[in-house]
């Protein structure tokens, strides 16, 4: 058990992506959701990398490479969004933006 | 002792703990900086993994550019807006750590129950000192077997960089030129007088105690111009 394995990058992925997802669950904060989807895209890329690295492989890491470019766009288009929602709607709050519902 | 495990725990632990400081701090600035704190120990689990340039990666793209967006983006919003605690009804916070723990416990079990093996692959430490290296090993990889999702990557990259620019324009650039307009009227050689009475633009900040008490201006100077509209853009728009 004291030898590290894959197992335990796995599990430390696993509660990393679940933090953050009851971070998404809970909070109300656009901005703070925007970070725990940042934590998960994380999680998820320690366990691309622990499984490349379990089968001598590279196309785990060529995979984290990928994800880390998506994250990037994913984060200024977000971002962006949350700039345009808080200047018309003078709030970050989740449950303000209601427009398409009602 | 192996020390590989101590450094391991301790990474982790830090990671998770600063990843309930995200969820928990009640202060969008602290979650940023226990986001920074988590992803540079990530950093140092893909060491361990054997992952150096990712490593390298994620403290440049995570903590040096999303993370510095993200608080970019803290200072542009409402402050008024930001603290946060309407927080989520009391219903769904219950379900949303009942889901997460019953979610973690699956996830355990399958991890550890796990029998499935991957394919051993040729990258072994062995081969990927012979190559060079890491870097030079993980650039092999893309730039043969992912050469074509390493193109669409960059494609995507430069359809964010448009779409944010896009959608973080203000909305009403118009108002805010006339605007402009307006308050340069304030200016000492403004042309006043191609204005009708009533709208001149007054400087905000009054010359002397004077001209606080009476509201007129007292030394400001009105140049003659023969045609306002060729000497200032101030008088275009009133035809």
């Given amino acids: ?102 | 002792m192996p020390w590989d495990f101590v450094a391991f725990m301790l990474l982790a632990a830090i990671c998770v703990i600063c990843a309930g400081g995200v969820v928990a701090s009640a202060n969008p600035v602290h979650s940023g900086i226990f986001l920074g704190i988590c992803f540079i120990h990530v950093a140092g689990i893909f060491v361990m993994l054997g992952a150096e340039f990712l490593a390298v990666v994620q403290v440049i793209v995570y903590t040096g550019a999303i993370l510095v967006l993200l608080l970019f983006v803290l200072m542009l919003v409402d402050p008024d807006a930001l603290p946060e605690f309407t927080s989520a009804h009391p219903v769904q916070r219950t379900v949303a750590v009942l889901l997460g723990m019953v979610l973690l416990l699956e996830v355990s079990v399958a991890i550890l129950g796990r029998t499935v093996k991957g394919v051993a692959s040729n990258a072994t430490p062995e081969n990927i000192a012979l190559v060079g290296g890491n870097t030079q090993a993980l650039g092999r990889s893309l730039y043969t077997e992912y050469l074509l999702p390493f193109e669409i990557a960059s494609l995507v990259l430069t359809v964010g960089v448009i779409g944010a620019i896009v959608l973080a324009m203000p909305e009403r650039l118009g108002e805010r030129v006339r605007r402009r307009g307006t308050i340069s009227l304030g200016h000492p050689r403004g042309t006043d007088l191609v204005l009708p009475e009533g709208v001149r633009g007054e400087s905000p900040i009054p010359d002397s105690a004077a001209e606080l008490e009476t509201g007129l201006p007292s030394r400001r100077e009105v140049i003659m111009v023969g045609n306002a509209r060729d000497y200032t853009t101030v008088g275009r728009g009133r035809q």
């Fill in chain 1, 1 to 102: 058990m004291t030898d590290v394995g894959t197992d335990h990058f796995l599990l430390l992925s696993a509660v990393l992506f679940i933090i953050g997802m009851m971070g998404v669950l809970i909070r109300r904060n656009m901005i703070i959701i925007f970070m725990c989807v940042e934590l998960m895209l994380t999680a998820a890329n320690i366990t691309l990398v622990a499984f490349g690295w379990e089968n001598n492989s590279m196309s785990g890491q060529s995979f984290v490479v990928f994800t880390i470019a998506v994250a990037a766009a994913e984060a200024a288009v977000g971002l962006a969004i949350i700039l345009a929602l808080s200047r018309r709607l003078h709030s970050v709050d989740i449950d303000d933006m209601r427009v398409l519902r009602d």
